[in-house]
C-alpha cells in the first residue's frame, strides 16, 4: 500500500527550541496539508502546496511556523522557537488526481511534546 | 468564514443503523469527504461526494445536498470496531484546494 511517511513519529523538546517535522507524499500526490490536531481544536488547516507552489498558510502562525516543499518527495513544517501551546499532533496528508475514489490520504503523525 | 457543524457525539447499539449528520457553509465548494478516526491513529479516508445524490460502499454510504448545505454518513449493522470519531470535511471551503475539517462526532457503539 501507498503510504505517507510522517518522522519523528515521537518529539519532545524544551521550549525555545527549533523542531523540524518532515513529509514524504505518496509518489505521484501533488497536493500536500499540513493539520495540528488538539482535543479543543480539532483538526487545524497550516498549510497547504499544489505541485510543490504553497497556496495558502493562513492558518500558520507566521513568526514561528514556516512550511516548505523543497522539492516533490519532501515537505517540511518547522518551529522555531517552539513553545508549549505548540504541543499537538501533527499531520501530513497528500492526494492526487484520484482523490475522489481514494481522498486525501494521512501520515501517521508527530506527536510533539513542548515542555 | 469557513462553518461546519457536526455533532459532538453520538452512542448507537451493536447492530444498529446510525446516521451522522454534518452541515456547511462555505465560500467555495469541490466535494465533501468524510474520515474515520480512531483514537491515537490517523484519519482514514471513507467517502466522497461532490453531486447531489447517495453514495454507497458496503456498510457506509453518505449523502449530499448541496444546495442545502447538508450531509450525512449512513453507518449500517454497527459494529464495536466502529467506535471513532468520524469527521465531516469540505473541499475548497474558502477557495482552490482547501480542506477544512468540522470538529468530528464521537460515535460509541455498546453492546
Known amino acids: 500500500d501507498a503510504r505517507v511517511t510522517q518522522t519523528p513519529r515521537h518529539k519532545v523538546t524544551e521550549m525555545g527550541q527549533e523542531v523540524t517535522m518532515r513529509c514524504q507524499p505518496i509518489?505521484?500526490?501533488?497536493?500536500v496539508f499540513w493539520y495540528r490536531q488538539t482535543m479543543m481544536q480539532g483538526l487545524e488547516l497550516l498549510a497547504y502546496?499544489?505541485?510543490?507552489?504553497?497556496?495558502?498558510d493562513s492558518g500558520m502562525p507566521k513568526d514561528r511556523f514556516s512550511a516548505e516543499m523543497p522539492d516533490a518527495t519532501l515537505a517540511t513544517l518547522k518551529i522555531q522557537p517552539s513553545e508549549p501551546r505548540d504541543s499537538a499532533v501533527y499531520f501530513c496528508?497528500?492526494?492526487?488526481?484520484?482523490?475522489?475514489?481514494?481522498?486525501?490520504?494521512f501520515g501517521s503523525g508527530t506527536r510533539l511534546t513542548v515542555v | 468564514g469557513q462553518n461546519i457543524d457536526q455533532p459532538t457525539e453520538m452512542t448507537a447499539t451493536e447492530g444498529a443503523i446510525v446516521q451522522i449528520n454534518c452541515t456547511y457553509q462555505?465560500?467555495?465548494?469541490?466535494?465533501l469527504f468524510w474520515y474515520q478516526q480512531h483514537a491515537g491513529e490517523a484519519p482514514t479516508f471513507l467517502s466522497y461526494?461532490?453531486?447531489?445524490g447517495l453514495e454507497e460502499k458496503g456498510r457506509f454510504s453518505s449523502f449530499l445536498s448541496r444546495s442545502k448545505g447538508y450531509s450525512y454518513l449512513l453507518l449500517k449493522e454497527l459494529q464495536m470496531k466502529d467506535s471513532a470519531s468520524y469527521l465531516c470535511?469540505?473541499?475548497?471551503?474558502?477557495?482552490?484546494?482547501?480542506?477544512?475539517f468540522g470538529t468530528g462526532t464521537q460515535l460509541k457503539v455498546e453492546l
Open positions: 496528508a497528500s492526494g492526487g488526481p484520484d482523490r475522489a475514489n481514494y481522498g486525501y490520504t
Open positions: 509518489l505521484g500526490h501533488n497536493t
Open positions: 502546496f499544489r505541485n510543490r507552489a504553497p497556496l495558502d
Open positions: 462555505t465560500s467555495g465548494f469541490n466535494g
Open positions: 461526494n461532490v453531486l447531489d
Open positions: 470535511a469540505v473541499g475548497g471551503a474558502g477557495g482552490g484546494n482547501k480542506l477544512t
